[in-house]
Every structure is written in C-alpha cells, then in structure tokens.
C-alpha cells in the first residue's frame, strides 16, 4: 500500500470480512477512493469485488463522497450488500 500519513481504522462486516480475510485494518489512504483502491490491490480481486459494492460508513455516517478527505483517526466500516428483507 502507498503510505500518506494519515491513519485510518478499517472494519470489514460479513462477506467483505471473509474476502480480506480479517476483521479490521489500518490504513492511511487520504480519501474513500484511494482506501478502495490500496485495499484492492493488496488484498486482491476478491476483495475489490465486494468493494464495488459495498456501502461505507465513516464514524458512522453513510460516505458517498469518494474525493473527500478522510478525517485522521476516523473509522470506516465496510458493509457488503446483504440479502434479506
């Protein structure tokens, strides 16, 4: 992963827990798109799969804003699309 100084927690819920193959992470990728792309790249197409579909909350709120920058200490959770109604 390329490395810009600011860390990030990295949760990963259900199926993206299975595809990373852990529970949690560090990062410090500046924005939500450079998150998604270090952690694809270094977890593999398995994970960068869940990934273009998953949903983000950073410290708890709904991330959307792919360009934004990622507030230092914040964490963000992962979510996977779930089956179910």
Do not use: I, N, Q
């Not at 949690?24 to 273009?52: F, H, Q």
């Not at 983000?56 to 959770?77: I, K, Q, Y």
């Amino acid at each position: 992963m390329r490395h810009y100084g600011r860390v990030v927690t990295v949760r990963y819920f259900a199926a993206a827990r299975a595809a990373a193959g852990l529970a949690e992470e560090k990062s410090d990728a500046p924005t939500l798109g450079a998150l998604v792309a270090d952690l694809s790249a270094a977890r593999g197409e398995r994970l960068a799969t869940v990934l273009r579909a998953a949903s983000f909350l950073v410290d708890g709120l709904a991330w959307h804003d792919r360009e934004a920058t990622l507030p230092a200490g914040a964490t963000v959770d992962v979510l996977p699309p779930f089956a179910g109604g």
